[in-house]
């Protein structure tokens, strides 16, 4: 399999290539030439362990390592240990909220209590692989509004040939976030806290991966989720959901908290694949530029000064990454049009598709909803009223959209984010209690904790990196 970018100045290039890549050249997103169909795989892959079908459904895309090097490296990044629960995904019913009707999609029983370790355990074995195979080093520069920094720092400290810069939001992450990555004292780690908000973490990212030299120079690269290799992950707890929700072969609907945008991809590109999916539920906070454009066909990112701090903080998102992605599928596969629709987005600050809209659920199964702060708590306390499960903000923000779709006959599957623990504030607000955490995390505030404060200010971060990279 080969990738091409959505903006079309790129060569095709095999899956290593992008996975060392990151951004596209041009400043475009890899997305591959064309995606296989796994219908006729799917009985067949109904009774694989995660690691098993890990491999499969991964090795669809990875063509280029070899078949029993991806066996290992799945079971390397999925195994229990690394995860809490044998099942690394189980599904959790919630009975009694929302008619019955919704099942959480396990996706935080990684090491740091959230779903981006789902893709970036993955990610730190496929990585020092390739590097190793290749004898190169990697700097990977990336951005976090909370659990995308924790995650990729748990799965790359102390892998050889590879060193992660990763830019947060100075202070606007929940204390248990920023103890995570912040405690880490591995020399291959270096947290950056930016003045700003995530989106501004982002565009610094953008701007300096957009220097080609500079990335050249340095071997910079990527595991934010324009790194297709993190949504290829992200795709596999789609089917593995589907099988687990309804062997029989009939739809599923999945209800994904978005920021970013690259969850959903992952549901998309799986829907595309063939996998019998009824909707793709976006829900967003107080943020919700990708709603609007859901419910209405214009893209309007907001600047940060109009970027709302919420309790569901790892979606304070308005420019959502991974988008483009999808786009280019909306257009056609045209790279001509997403470089124009990007292009006016740069001069007029947003772009209508509003003549699309029609296609958006009829052709691509989406549907959208936002979530405020009263929602989230009075979610919260319903789940927990209702099945006796506390469920994360983020995660309420989900479930809350998600009741407004729930159809007969087709299991609702709640993506969730993130275990409790990590904003606890907002669950003592919701129902009175402090959410119980892993033993070994229950003085994780109280490490000494290691981090460079910086205004917003590319220039800056380019020398930190020119001073400690290797």
């Given at each position: 399999m080969k990738y091409l970018s959505t903006r079309g100045g790129m060569v095709p290039q095999s899956f290593s290539d992008v996975l060392l890549e990151g951004l596209a050249p041009d400043g475009g997103l890899a997305m591959p030439e064309t995606l296989p169909d796994i219908r006729p795989h799917l009985s067949a892959w109904a009774s694989l362990g995660y690691a098993e079908l890990a491999a499969e459904v991964l090795g669809l895309f990875a063509d280029?390592?070899?078949?029993?090097?991806?066996?290992?490296?799945?079971?390397?990044?999925?195994?229990?240990?690394?995860?809490?629960?044998?099942?690394?995904?189980?599904?959790?019913?919630?009975?009694?909220?929302?008619?019955?009707?919704?099942?959480?999609?396990?996706?935080?029983?990684?090491?740091?209590?959230?779903?981006?370790?789902?893709?970036?355990?993955?990610?730190?074995?496929?990585?020092?692989?390739?590097?190793?195979?290749?004898?190169?080093?990697?700097?990977?520069?990336?951005?976090?509004?909370?659990?995308?920094?924790?995650?990729?720092?748990?799965?790359?400290?102390?892998?050889?040939?590879?060193?992660?810069?990763?830019?947060?939001?100075?202070?606007?992450?929940?204390?248990?976030?920023?103890?995570?990555?912040?405690?880490?004292?591995?020399?291959?780690?270096?947290?950056?806290?930016?003045?700003?908000?995530?989106?501004?973490?982002?565009?610094?990212?953008?701007?300096?991966?957009?220097?080609?030299?500079?990335?050249?120079?340095?071997?910079?690269g990527a595991v934010n989720s324009i790194n297709w290799a993190r949504i290829a992950?992200?795709?596999?707890?789609?089917?593995?959901?589907?099988?687990?929700?309804?062997?029989?072969?009939?739809?599923?609907s999945f209800a994904v908290p978005s920021g970013n945008f690259g969850n959903i991809l992952a549901g998309h590109i799986a829907r595309s694949m063939g996998l019998p999916i009824r909707r793709l539920v976006l829900a967003t906070n107080e943020n919700n530029v990708l709603e609007e454009f859901f419910r209405t066909g214009i893209y309007r990112p907001r600047a940060s000064a109009q970027t709302y701090v919420t309790s569901s903080p790892s979606m304070d998102i308005s420019k959502a990454s991974n988008f483009e992605r999808f786009v280019y599928d909306l257009v056609g596969r045209d790279p001509e049009r997403v470089r124009a629709l990007w292009a006016q987005l740069a001069a007029e600050g947003q772009f209508d598709l509003s003549a699309e809209q029609p296609r958006f659920e009829r052709e691509f199964g989406f549907v959208s909803g936002s979530s405020s702060h009263q929602d989230r708590l009075e979610t919260i306390r319903a789940v927990h009223a209702a099945s006796g499960v506390v469920i994360d903000p983020h995660t309420a923000d989900a479930a809350k959209v998600a009741a407004s779709h729930v159809e007969?006959?087709?299991?609702?599957?709640?993506?969730?984010?993130?275990?409790?623990?990590?904003?606890?504030?907002?669950?003592?607000?919701?129902?009175?209690?402090?959410?119980?955490?892993?033993?070994a995390l229950a003085e994780l505030e109280q490490l000494p904790q290691r981090v460079e404060v910086m205004n917003n200010d590319a220039q800056a971060v380019r020398r930190y990196i020119e001073a400690h990279a290797g």
């Open positions: 280029d390592i070899p078949s029993a090097d991806l066996r290992r490296l799945t079971a390397d990044a999925y195994r229990e240990g690394v995860f809490s629960s044998a099942a690394i995904v189980p599904l959790k019913p919630l009975p009694g909220y929302a008619g019955g009707g919704l099942t959480l999609l396990g996706l935080s029983e990684g090491p740091t209590l959230a779903f981006k370790d789902m893709a970036m355990q993955f990610l730190g074995q496929v990585f020092e692989y390739v590097l190793g195979q290749r004898g190169q080093q990697i700097n990977i520069l990336g951005a976090t509004s909370g659990d995308t920094g924790s995650a990729a720092e748990y799965a790359l400290r102390g892998k050889r040939n590879v060193a992660v810069y990763m830019l947060s939001p100075h202070g606007l992450m929940s204390p248990f976030q920023r103890a995570q990555m912040y405690s880490l004292q591995d020399a291959n780690i270096h947290n950056i806290a930016v003045h700003g908000m995530f989106d501004d973490c982002q565009d610094i990212v953008k701007q300096l991966a957009g220097d080609l030299d500079f990335r050249r120079r340095y071997q910079i992950a992200q795709v596999v707890y789609y089917i593995h959901g589907w099988l687990r929700a309804n062997v029989a072969g009939g739809e599923v007969a006959g087709v299991p609702m599957l709640v993506l969730e984010t993130a275990l409790p623990a990590k904003f606890s504030a907002t669950i003592v607000e919701a129902i009175g209690i402090e959410p119980a955490r892993p033993a």
